[in-house]
């Protein structure tokens, strides 16, 4: 079975600095990788997403997320934070192939963007 | 409808009563997940769906819980002898399928045991 590790249940930084929320994943197969999002009082969302091609994918607002698959990690990072990217990001992974197909989330990582 | 809903948006029961939670997923969508989020312990995964049945039902905290889809669209959610414990948001998702494709998540339901 899958799991996903986020190591730092909170992250504090100041706005205009750079920041990086870790991922560690561990899957006997292949794997697709999420980060969602969940801003203060709203639902979650997808942010970006990992399937296949390119190691590194971005959002529109700025994150970008590299796949590491010697490392099994998924870390999300940005070069310069705002305070609006104040949320809570969660890190996911779900198997291909097969009936494996669970949607798999790590416990959370709190982005406190500070002025 | 245009995104998952969920029924009740909010639950107030008394310890040991049942209660039944809904969830609407986006029309096509054939994977659905229930997750529960609670202060402090994240995202914890219930139980998944795909169609009507349920391949994994690990994430299901003891033999309280139980849910069911019907359809292969609306799913519910049921915990019996309610505890203070299961005081938490539940959290619905439907995706198109269980490969890549994104999961939209509802709004949840804010259930509170007293």
């Known amino acids: 079975a899958q799991s996903v590790t986020q190591l730092d249940s909170q992250v504090p930084v100041f706005e205009e600095a750079p920041v990086e929320l870790r991922c560690n994943y561990s899957?006997?197969?292949?794997?697709?990788l999420f980060w969602y999002v969940q801003y203060p009082n709203q639902g979650l969302q997808l942010l970006l997403k990992?399937?296949?091609?390119?190691?590194l994918v971005e959002s529109i607002n700025g994150f970008e997320a590299e796949f590491n698959k010697s490392q099994t990690s998924f870390h999300l990072r940005k070069p310069s934070v705002h305070i609006s990217d104040t949320a809570e990001y969660f890190c996911?992974?779900?198997?291909?192939?097969?009936?494996?197909?669970?949607?798999?989330f790590g416990k959370g990582t709190k982005l406190s963007v500070k002025p | 409808g245009a995104g998952v809903s969920q029924s009740p948006s909010n639950k107030v029961t008394e310890k040991g009563k049942d209660v039944e939670l809904r969830c609407d997923p986006i029309s096509g969508h054939t994977a659905l997940y229930w997750y529960r989020q609670s202060l402090g312990q994240g995202l914890e995964f219930l139980i998944y769906f795909q169609g009507n049945s349920a391949p994994d039902k690990s994430g299901l905290p003891s033999d309280r819980f139980s849910a069911e889809r019907t359809g292969g669209s609306v799913s519910t959610l049921t915990i019996q002898r309610t505890q203070q414990e299961d005081s938490a948001v539940y959290l619905c998702?439907?995706?198109?399928?269980?490969?890549?494709?994104?999961?939209?998540f509802g709004p949840g339901t804010r259930l509170t045991v007293l």
């Open positions: 996911a992974v779900r198997n291909y192939g097969g009936s494996q197909g669970n949607l798999i």
């Open positions: 899957s006997s197969v292949s794997v697709y």
């Open positions: 990992y399937l296949s091609g390119s190691t």
């Open positions: 998702a439907s995706s198109l399928d269980t490969s890549g494709a994104r999961a939209y």
